[in-house]
């Protein structure tokens, strides 16, 4: 069974930083895309970034340069630092592994 754990949500200021981490167990990151998905309330559910399993990276233009996706395969984790949230950032945040496997989400708000 394959299975995704968010950590690290929270209520931050604007200009803060963030790290999420997504914990899997049941099948090894580095053999799918992974990435972080975000949904605001009444919007869509968006990509914010993607990973390979080359290592190759994709952001939405909304992130770039302030989020960084990255893995560990040895922990068997994804993780999306955060730097310069602003207020448009607060969401629910997933993780996904090939945009199968899902987690539960993490919530994440960012105060003016």
């Known amino acids: 069974q394959v299975r995704l754990l968010e950590s690290g949500g929270g209520l931050v200021q604007a200009g803060d930083s963030l790290r999420l981490s997504c914990a899997a167990s049941g099948r090894r990151i580095g053999i799918d895309v992974a990435g972080w998905y975000r949904q605001a309330p009444g919007k869509q559910r968006d990509t914010v970034a993607t990973i390979t399993p080359a290592g190759g990276t994709n952001y939405a233009d909304s992130v770039k340069g302030r989020f960084t996706i990255s893995r560990d395969i040895a922990k068997n984790t994804v993780y999306l630092q955060m730097n310069s949230l602003k207020p448009d950032d607060t969401a629910v945040y997933y993780c996904?592994?090939?945009?199968?496997?899902w987690g539960q989400g993490t919530q994440v708000t960012v105060s003016s």
């Open positions: 996904a592994l090939a945009e199968i496997f």
